[in-house]
């Protein structure tokens, strides 16, 4: 769901005579996102504070691959529409984003864990303002199988803490995200390290996962009930055919 400020009405008014005027000029020749980097007419006052605090919630607070479309959508095709994100690109992103949402431990309010902010420290809720503390989520990059053994980053990342659970449709490579998961079959769930500090995927199913530790290099075998740390540069191979998994933090 986009940000409520990307729609909201304009700020200033050009036919003080005639709203029905007034309207079709706002929305239509001299219409303006109202985050638009270099024309500030229709920017939110409260834009950044949280929205619990009477704030308005900023479309940087959505994934990567959604602000990167909401961009294309109000700045590069608001008067072009040619160049406007097609349905199909929106369908994915969302569903990728499922991917991405992290819980607040304050207000209990899902949003877009936002990986892309450092340091960490600075990373809170956009609905109450919370910082995010304690023991974070690992962030994984997802990468497509290509021919030879070798692999593409997706662009899409995973987002996973303790009691998160790892899907089978997650690593294949004919699959998007289903509209649900509630039959999608449980592969390996996540756990807290609390000796060593780090977030462990565990191995829910009979297939033997390869992985490389991104901490010495060390190649180990991840059997059914036994588990991998999620360190940073870890890369988890799960089989021929599917997809691969790089800790990225």
Known sequence: MLPTNAVTRP??????????????????????????????????????????????LSYHTLTPTLQ??????????????????SAREWINALSYALDELWRCSYCGQYFPYPHWVSPV????????????????PSVLLIYE???????????????????????????????????????????GHVEWDDKRKTNRLVNDEAAI??????ED??????????????QPETTIYFGEGRRLLVVKE
Not at 18 to 28: A, C, F, L, P, S
Not at 32 to 37: A, L
Not at 69 to 83: D, S, V
Not at 217 to 230: A, E, K, Q, R
């Open 209 to 214: 996962w390869h992985a490389r530790l991104g």
């Open 11 to 56: 700020l200033l008014t050009y036919d003080p005579d005639d709203q029905d005027h007034d309207e079709r000029i706002g929305w239509g020749k001299e219409a303006v996102f109202s985050e638009h980097p270099q024309d500030q007419r229709n920017h939110p006052r409260m834009l950044g504070v949280p929205l619990f605090r009477g704030g308005a």
């Open 121 to 136: 420290q600075r990373r809170a809720c956009p609905f109450c303002g919370q910082r995010i503390a304690g023991s974070f």
């Open 145 to 187: 199988p290509r021919s030879k053994g070798k692999y593409t980053f997706t662009q899409r990342y995973l987002v996973m803490g303790t009691g998160w659970k790892l899907f089978d449709d997650v690593l294949d490579s004919q699959r998007n995200p289903p509209m649900h998961r509630r039959d999608e079959p449980r592969i």
């Open 68 to 85: 990167k479309l909401t961009e294309r959508a109000f700045l590069e095709g608001l008067h072009n529409p040619n160049r406007r994100p």
């Open 217 to 230: 290099g060390t190649d180990i075998i991840v059997g059914s009930g036994t588990s991998v740390p999620l």
